[in-house]
């Protein structure tokens, strides 16, 4: 590839998934390391990444201002976590997170506008916090929403990839993602 100046660029790509049991989160001794903590598994697998990075920086070949992260679906919400905590991430593709990601909770339901915190949790009950439940009914009382968490990325990239037709997803709600966290 070709950059500025005419200069030929290089890319390193470092792919890892932070599952490597389809759609099944396997449990991991982090709670028995640190019993004191609550160790939901999208924590832990943005927790994963802050190691990568860590590995990545002691490579002499890697541009360390210019590390970037992508994800889809379940490793779209890590990857948005991810670099919510970690500004050593220069840039993240948050691909179709849905709900938990970059789409807010708030602008989210079930009647065709994506997920919801009942269909996650009950499906997915690893994935989050064990109180996060008790925003059943009451998720506009929830402390952290997609939007915040898009807004402490910034002012480094973001792309919010969504499909127009993906069943967890919703564009209003994403452009209000958007809309709320340009300010910052």
């Known amino acids: 590839m070709i950059g500025e100046g005419g200069r030929a660029r290089s890319f390193a790509a470092d792919i890892f998934r932070a ?5 099944v989160d396997q449990k991991s001794n982090l709670p028995e390391l640190y019993p004191d903590f609550d160790f939901a598994s999208m924590g832990q697998r943005a927790w994963t990444v802050q190691l990568v990075v860590d590995y990545l920086l002691t490579l002499p070949q890697v541009d360390k201002a210019h590390i970037a992260l992508t994800g889809y679906s379940r490793e779209g919400k890590m990857a948005t ?3 919510a905590f970690d500004e050593r991430i220069a840039a993240v593709i948050a691909g179709s997170t849905g709900v938990g990601g970059v789409l807010p909770w708030r602008l989210s339901g079930e009647r065709g506008t994506g997920e ?13 916090s064990p ?12 402390p952290v929403d997609g939007n915040l968490l898009v807004a402490l990325i910034a002012p480094r990239a973001c792309l919010m990839e969504y499909g127009l037709n993906d069943e967890v997803s919703n564009s209003w709600g994403s452009e209000q993602t958007y809309r709320s966290a340009i300010g910052v």
């Not at 599952?19 to 759609?23: M, V």
């Not at 008790?134 to 506009?140: A, I, N, P, Q, T």
């Open 116 to 128: 919801e915190i009942e269909s996650t949790t009950r499906m997915f009950p690893m994935w989050f």
């Open 19 to 23: 599952s490597y049991s389809g759609s």
């Open 131 to 142: 109180a996060h439940p008790v925003f059943l009914g009451s998720r506009d009382r929830l």
């Open 81 to 83: 976590i991810a670099a």
